[in-house]
């Protein structure tokens, strides 16, 4: 069956950086498009970055543009996020998403929490 293991979370001050990544399993995963979401207490869930499978052409919320890059390692199976120059507002569980037949599949996420 599917699955998606999101790691690399914690705590960090302002400023700071963390790589987050996802481990995938059960279809496809070279030719998947992966994303990374947030969800942070009381606001919506925010669409973070995505990377496509093949050429691995990459989308950033406007939010986070410059400061948050994704990426891929297809013979890892795992898809990164790589935050720097984090902020408060930054705060969330972040979760690893793809589409496979037609079904969404979520990890379980990780939290990040970025505080002095």
């Known amino acids: 069956q599917v699955q998606l293991v999101e790691s690399g979370g914690g705590l960090v001050q302002p400023g700071g950086s963390l790589r987050l990544s996802c481990v995938a399993s059960g279809f496809t995963f070279s030719s998947a498009v992966m994303n990374w979401y947030r969800q942070a207490p009381g606001k919506e869930r925010e669409l973070v970055a995505a990377i496509q499978g093949t050429g691995g052409r990459t989308n950033y919320a406007d939010s986070v543009k410059g400061r948050f890059f994704i990426s891929r390692d297809n013979a890892k199976k795992t898809v990164y996020l790589q935050m720097n120059s984090l902020k408060p507002d930054d705060t969330a569980v972040y979760h690893c998403?793809?589409?496979?037949?037609?079904?969404?599949?979520w990890g379980r996420g990780t939290q990040v929490t970025v505080s002095s």
């Open positions: 998403n793809t589409q496979a037949w037609g079904i969404v599949y």
